[in-house]
T-cell receptor, first 112, second 115 residues
Framework: ELKVEQNPLFLSMQEGKNYTIYCNYS?????LYWYRQDPGKSLESLFV?????AVKQEGRLMASLDTKARLSTLHITAAVHDLSATYFC????????????FGQGTTLQVKP | NAGVTQTPKFQVLKTGQSMTLQCAQD?????MYWYRQDPGMGLRLIYY???????DKGEVPNGYNVSRLNKREFSLRLESAAPSQTSVYFC??????????????FGEGSWLTVV
């Protein structure tokens, strides 16, 4: 059974600081997703990581994937208040079906 | 471009009542999904449809039925609502292609309360 665990679950940080969210998963997968969710809103796709060593960056966010370690990281550089949200990783399973197993989510609070 | 559209956005049901959540996508995607999100948790897959005319169970299918009406529409039905089905429901769609980005797009969510 595929399990996905994120840590930390809650992160309070000051603007300008760097931090990393970790996503561990228990069985092999060929695809990992990162989403952002604002309170009461839908999920916004951030990154799709397809292969070992994949690294993608968008603004202050950078995601990487290590399939051998079954680990993905979401690194936040010089955080700003607008990045406050809940971040989910999700791992694809069951072949190329798009079925996702989600982590519990990491709530990020960036203080001015 | 509307993307994935869900209705209704909010609904309150009494225990034992039935209702259908509607979902439509305008991106010509083959695959569609229904997830639920409970407080403080990630999303869990209820049902999915890989293509028109096919449906399959996800992690938490009990108490739900689905219909893939056509390529655009995928509905979720609660036949006899229970308080445990109080949740936020998200519909999603994707065009899955081997080796490409395969972004999965989510709707705005439907807030369902069963009293």
């Amino acid at each position: 059974e595929l399990k996905v665990e994120q840590n930390p679950l809650f992160l309070s940080m000051q603007e300008g600081k760097n931090y990393t969210i970790y996503c561990n998963y228990s069985t092999t997968s060929d695809r990992l997703y990162w989403y952002r969710q604002d309170p009461g809103k839908s999920l916004e796709s951030l990154f799709v990581l397809l292969s070992n060593g994949a690294v993608k960056q968008e603004g202050r966010l950078m995601a990487s994937l290590d399939t051998k370690a079954r680990l993905s990281t979401l690194h936040i550089t010089a955080a700003v208040h607008d990045l406050s949200a809940t971040y989910f990783c999700a791992v694809a399973h069951g072949g190329n079906t798009g079925k996702l197993i989600f982590g519990q989510g990491t709530t990020l609070q960036v203080k001015p | 471009n509307a993307g994935v559209t869900q209705t209704p956005k909010f609904q309150v049901l009494k225990t034992g009542q039935s209702m259908t959540l509607q979902c439509a996508q305008d991106m010509n995607h083959n695959s569609m999904y229904w997830y639920r999100q409970d407080p403080g948790m990630g999303l869990r897959l209820i049902y999915y449809s890989a293509s028109e005319g096919t449906t399959d169970k996800g992690e938490v299918p009990n108490g739900y039925n689905v219909s893939r009406l056509n390529k655009r529409e995928f509905s979720l039905r609660l036949e006899s609502a229970a308080p445990s089905q109080t949740s936020v429901y998200f519909c999603a769609s994707s065009e899955l292609r081997t080796g490409t980005g395969n972004t999965i797009y989510f709707g705005e969510g439907s807030w369902l309360t069963v009293v």
